[in-house]
């Protein structure tokens, strides 16, 4: 490209709320076959909330929600906040904790006094033997409606199940259709559950769903489909985005998201909605037909 039609490029990026980072993305751009979206805070809000509270073994509501609240309140997940704001605006005082601690990709652990709170998804209770069997069909229902489902435990046995849900952004539907219009392909990759990450992929006419994948597992994700299809743009928001950002052709960062994720991508998107994408791709294959 010649350095004036990468100027005149990020000069109207830039009235788009588009910040090129890396001048050499906006040329590979118009190449990508692939685009992968990250699902929470990407494709949705990213600001879920509580939507169910079921209490299990002889816990009650109000209880399951003051153990899960007073652990979370240690973590800065967007579930975690879900489930903190629930619990002050039921105004439910928090108990003190000790031994915090994240269990990347599955949730967090801690104790309240001499018991062991986990708090988290299925994976999470199985890694302690601690058996959901009896709460599969509860678990499927909410999943099937595009919820996430937590899971509390005390001690060794579950207090309870707590659904969280996230809306999508008012244009994922129609960025997510126009770019398929423009003939690339999509998938949606998360750390999520596979039945919720397929309910919100059947929302926005997204078939290609990588889910329950560890945050470093979506890097290799990236590679793979690298090898298999060519160039690959991803778009993310969160820490665990930061590496698959960094190994896609073009990484995109949702301008609302974490620093370390704008920092890892080759394009930021100011505005945080997903029509920044189509506008990307479109003034890549407008400016770089003009110059042949
Ligand atoms: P993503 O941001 O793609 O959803 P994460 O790796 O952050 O992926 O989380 C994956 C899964 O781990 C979540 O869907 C949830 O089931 C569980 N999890 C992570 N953090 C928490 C938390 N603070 N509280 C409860 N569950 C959590
Ligand atoms: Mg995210």
């Known amino acids: 490209a010649t350095p004036t039609a990468l100027m005149v490029g990020s000069g109207i990026g830039a009235e788009n709320g588009i910040l090129i980072r890396r001048g050499e993305a906006i040329q590979t751009l118009k190449e990508i076959k692939v685009i992968v979206f990250d699902k929470t805070g990407t494709i949705t809000k990213g600001k879920p909330e509580v939507t169910d509270l079921i209490p299990a073994n002889n816990f009650d509501k109000e209880e399951v929600l003051k153990i899960a609240a007073s652990v979370e309140k240690g973590s800065e997940h967007p579930l975690a906040t879900a489930i903190t704001r629930r619990a002050r605006e039921n105004n439910i ?49 909410l999943e099937d409606e595009a919820k996430t489902v937590i899971l509390v435990a005390v001690k060794n046995e579950v207090a309870g199940i707590i659904a969280v849900s996230d809306t999508l952004k008012e244009d994922s539907v129609k960025a997510i259709g126009e770019l398929k219009e423009m003939g690339l392909q999509t998938a949606i990759i998360t750390g999520d559950n596979q039945k919720t990450a397929l309910a919100i992929a059947k929302k926005v006419g997204i078939t290609h769903v990588l889910a329950e994948v560890l945050p470093d597992g979506k890097l290799e994700e990236i590679k793979k489909l690298q090898e298999k299809f060519g160039n690959v743009a991803m778009v993310g928001d969160g820490i665990n985005d930061a590496p698959a950002l960094t190994q896609a052709d073009v990484g995109i960062a949702i301008g609302t998201g974490t620093d370390i994720a704008i920092e890892s991508s080759d394009i930021t998107l100011v505005r945080g909605d997903l029509s920044g994408v189509v506008t990307a791709i479109k003034l890549s294959r407008a400016t770089f037909s003009k110059i042949k």
């Open 93 to 141: 005082p928090l108990d003190d904790i000790s031994e915090f601690e994240v269990v990347t990709g599955k949730g967090v652990k801690a104790s309240i006094g001499d018991k062991r709170i986990l708090i988290g998804n299925p994976r999470l209770l199985d890694d302690y033997g601690i058996k959901t069997d009896g709460l599969l069909d509860i678990i499927n229902r």
